[in-house]
């Protein structure tokens, strides 16, 4: 018999957790599977002149089989994700990943799966967000007032930002490197550790340790790939990717650590926000988080803090 093959795609570099997770993913598979599988990771489908949307796309077709999506900007389509979304509502990774692994994240699967061609394998750590820029030290909405700040393609992200007081301006991750180092936009958003991989830091000397959203993403597969395979191929997947989600949660929070001691003091300024300060910007998005609770329903916004 044939091996499988199983061609993941993505869109980080070689050093991005998510690349060395899928890493793990592919170790995993060999050991449960030997020659039963190939494996074929596309790292980077940036790399080939696409967007990193392209993913989506990729996968629900068939022409890969896996990849992986940051969920905020899947909510467009699939709204009960907006609840991961919820500004300053996170404040430990411990918590939400024991709510992504239960019924909160069993009821996002479901959504998920019933409107699209996905199988949803798991949820990776996408990294409490930050915010860096190149005007000013901001510990208060005042500071962002004025400033041309990035986002993805999510219009609660999008109205986050505007209620913070930022000019929010959509870009696609592609364009984000060339926008941050032109000066096109002042401030943009992200982990800890795709502002230093990305290099963004050498543009924005200021970065805020807001920590407003914690990042997920979703493990993808296309469902009648994954319903067409053998049993035992379908519990050796599942089980690679419990265990590339375990080691993916830990390299991201040691990278966190491992980001901030690298930082220099003479290029980066890093604002910790005090506690008090940290509420200020929760007050001023207050009125999207009732309103988004009002859409999404109060049942769901309990679970992420079952």
Known sequence: MAPINIHLVGYQPEQSVHTKAAKVFAASLADRLGDAVTFQLEKNVMDSGRKSLDVLSLVESGERDMGYFATSYMAERFPELAVLDLPFVVSDRDTAYRCLDGALGARLKKHMEARSGYRVLGFWDNGFRHISNRIRPIRS?????????????????????????????????RD???????????????????????????????????????????????????????????????????????????????????????????????????????????????????????????????????
């Open 141 to 173: 909405p005042e500071d962002c007032r004025g400033l041309k700040m990035r986002t993805g393609d999510s219009k609660l992200h999008q109205s986050v930002f505007r209620q913070m007081g930022f000019d929010p301006i959509y870009l696609d991750v």
């Open 176 to 306: 984000l490197i060339k926008a941050v180092a032109s000066g096109e936009i002042d401030a943009q958003d992200n982990s800890l550790t795709n502002i230093y991989n990305f290099e963004l830091r050498k543009h924005h000397r200021y970065i805020t340790l807001s920590g407003h959203f914690l990042g997920s993403v979703a493990v993808l597969c296309n469902a009648e790939i994954f319903a067409s395979w053998p049993n035992e191929i379908k519990e050796a997947v599942q089980n690679a990717v419990n265990q590339a989600t375990s080691a993916q949660r830990r390299f991201a929070m040691e990278e966190d650590v491992q980001v901030l001691a690298k930082l220099s003091p003479k290029e980066n300024e890093v604002v910790e926000l005090t506690a008090k300060e940290r509420a200020k910007f929760a007050e001023a998005v207050q009125d999207i988080i009732a309103n988004q609770s009002q859409i999404l329903g109060q049942d769901l916004v309990e679970l992420l803090a079952e």
